[in-house]
């Protein structure tokens, strides 16, 4: 979508009191701008087309290894992120909610990194982190190291809100969810077999590496990471992210990735874009990924496009693979990777949803 220029908006205003910016069934709405940006003309008009996007993991997802079950079972977990978010933006709720929503979707979802179906560390545990991001007044929360905690994304709105700092970890979060009513599980709940798996066969393989035995595992990005991811624009032009993951499979207990990290996983700016990223953490966090392409936009004045590419294809230059899905304050959106696939999703102008999981 292109900005909307003041006169452009006073046409736009007369044609729309005539009634013939009405859309036709099938064709685009009419672009809409945020009444922030034109506070007199546009106070009583519904003001902005809302956008959203979702992401459920990049890497190595090949269509020769997925079965056609499993693809669907993917696809309806995205189409429900999707839903969940959407139907809080079309009602003229908030970005934070519509992110917090989708993303609540794909923790309870064991078939994505995050909440029920995080990976397991080394120690055989489960530790999640996830961060949310209001674009509007640049607060943020993030939580690491839970352990309990049945969805994340939650808990770091709790923080923002409420906790007076940005980052809580480990037992003094749990305590702070505890203390206001957050829901927490037993760390069985976080059981999947599948997940388990991928912990044994990592492990065995880092065994034959370390022992000179020449066995030969083949570790997918499935069984290794994953992290699950939303951006919105709502009604009143503000935008949000968060992320939440289950972190990397036989990670250290005590690892952190890029995702509660502010500028590295997450990062929402009225004034630029928000983004959410997933891949190998360490890599988007020495390239401090989210902040970057925010910034590339601000000093550089590069698009949305142009500034996730270079930022990603700095993660290419440490030696990092993932992506990122991003909106910019003006509906514009991107969704990168330099993976086989990332799985994703968008609604697109006419609110019709998008599921897309390889290149
Ligand atoms: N990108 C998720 C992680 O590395 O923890």
């Not at 009634?19 to 945020?34: D, F, I, N, T």
């Not at 190595?60 to 056609?68: A, G, H, L």
């Amino acid at each position: 979508m292109k900005r909307v220029s003041i006169t452009n908006c006073f046409f736009a205003i007369v044609l729309f009191n005539a009634g013939a910016l009405a859309a036709a069934p099938g064709q685009s709405p009419p672009a809409r701008v945020s009444s922030e940006r034109n506070p007199h003309h546009l106070a009583n008009m519904e003001t902005q087309t809302v956008r959203l996007a979702i992401h459920g993991g990049a890497g190595t997802i090949e269509r020769s290894k997925m079965t056609p079950e499993r693809e669907r079972e993917y696809r309806a977990g995205l189409e429900r992120a999707l839903t969940a978010g959407y139907e809080i933006l079309k009602r003229g709720g908030s970005s934070l909610d519509a992110t917090e929503a989708a993303v609540r979707v794909l923790e309870d979802d064991p078939n994505f990194n995050a909440g029920k179906g995080s990976v397991f560390t080394s120690a055989g545990t489960n530790e999640m982190d996830a961060a949310i991001m209001d674009g509007k007044t640049l607060a943020a929360g993030a939580v690491a190291s839970l352990k309990h905690i049945k969805n994340p994304i939650s808990l770091a709105r709790l923080v923002m809100e409420k906790s007076g700092h940005v980052m809580m970890d480990s037992e003094g979060a749990e305590l702070f969810a505890k203390e206001n009513g957050i829901e927490l599980v037993d760390q069985k709940y976080f059981f999947t077999q599948e997940r388990w798996d991928a912990l044994q066969k990592i492990k065995a393989a880092e065994k034959s590496r370390t022992s000179g035995g020449g066995k030969k595992f083949l570790i997918t990005d499935q069984d290794r990471h994953g992290t699950v991811g939303a951006v919105a624009l709502d009604q009143n032009g503000n935008l949000a992210a968060a992320t939440s993951t289950g972190g990397t499979t036989n990670k250290r207990p005590g690892r952190v990735g890029d995702s509660p990290v502010i500028g590295a996983g997450t990062y929402a700016n009225n004034a630029t874009c928000a983004v959410s990223a997933t891949g190998d953490g360490e890599y988007f966090i020495r390239a401090t990924v989210a902040r970057d392409v925010s910034a590339l936009m601000e000093y550089r004045g590069m698009s949305l496009k142009e500034a996730a590419r270079a930022a990603l294809d700095k993660v290419a230059k440490l030696g990092g693979t993932g992506g990122l899905i991003a909106i910019d304050h003006e509906g514009n959106m991107t969704l990168p990777f330099n993976t086989a696939g990332m799985y994703r999703g968008y609604a697109d102008p006419n609110g019709n949803f998008v599921v897309e999981i390889y290149k």
